[in-house]
């Protein structure tokens, strides 16, 4: 699996022919009415095929896909490896209760705060609610491990990992 492989598919899927061939192959058409080159196509990057009953739209390539070029677990570092565990589509699942796993994450979540800037209690709390309902939490958890400081009613980033 190769980037080339992702390009292809999202350049069938750009096309209008091709995007069009596709959708109704989808819904259940059989390829009947449909452009033969934009069927062949599709089946050249892997989304129709032709069988005994006409074509098929094959829309577990975008599974295979996904699954071919994600990185093996084998491969990321525990810390990367932890963070996938608790994060979901950037948001996270649950808070850790151990607090190494859970200072693993802490370190994550501060890194939307820039060093140098204040921030007040209502723009920390939305910042945080991206991550997790439950902000106030959150917040605290920053702040028992120095990774967010607090004065006059403003916030302002005291640790965690720094992006060069």
Same mark, same amino acid.
């Given at each position: 699996?190769?980037?080339?492989?992702?390009?292809?598919?999202?350049?069938?899927?750009?096309?209008?022919?091709t995007?069009?061939?596709?959708?109704?192959?989808?819904?259940?058409?059989?390829?009947?009415?449909?452009?033969?080159?934009?069927?062949?196509?599709?089946?050249?990057?892997g989304?129709?095929?032709?069988?005994?009953?006409?074509?098929?739209?094959?829309?577990?390539?975008?599974?295979?896909?996904?699954?071919?070029?994600?990185?093996?677990?084998?491969?990321?570092?525990?810390?990367?490896?932890?963070? !996938?565990?608790? &994060?979901? *589509?950037?948001? #996270?699942? %649950?808070?850790?209760?151990?607090?190494?796993? +859970?200072?693993?994450?802490?370190?994550?979540?501060?890194r939307?705060?820039?060093?140098?800037?204040?921030?007040?209690?209502?723009?920390?709390?939305?910042?945080?609610?991206?991550?997790?309902?439950?902000?106030?939490?959150l !917040?605290?958890? &920053?702040? *028992?491990?120095? #990774?967010? %400081?607090?004065?006059?009613?403003?916030?302002? +980033?005291?640790?965690?990992?720094?992006?060069?």
């Amino acid at each position: 699996m190769s980037t080339q492989d992702i390009r292809q598919v999202l350049g069938l899927l750009y096309q209008d022919d091709t995007r069009e061939a596709f959708a109704r192959l989808v819904l259940g058409g059989t390829g009947d009415g449909l452009s033969q080159k934009a069927l062949a196509k599709l089946a050249g990057g892997g989304l129709a095929v032709q069988d005994g009953n006409g074509w098929r739209a094959r829309p577990e390539r975008f599974r295979e896909l996904l699954k071919d070029s994600a990185e093996p677990a084998a491969e990321l570092d525990p810390e990367e490896r932890l963070l !996938r565990t608790f &994060l979901v *589509d950037g948001r #996270l699942a %649950s808070i850790p209760t151990k607090r190494e796993k +859970r200072l693993v994450v802490l370190r994550y979540v501060s890194r939307v705060f820039e060093l140098g800037v204040r921030y007040s209690e209502k723009d920390v709390n939305v910042a945080l609610r991206a991550f997790h309902d439950d902000y106030a939490a959150l !917040r605290r958890y &920053l702040i *028992d491990e120095d #990774l967010l %400081s607090r004065g006059d009613g403003m916030y302002w +980033r005291s640790g965690g990992p720094v992006d060069l």
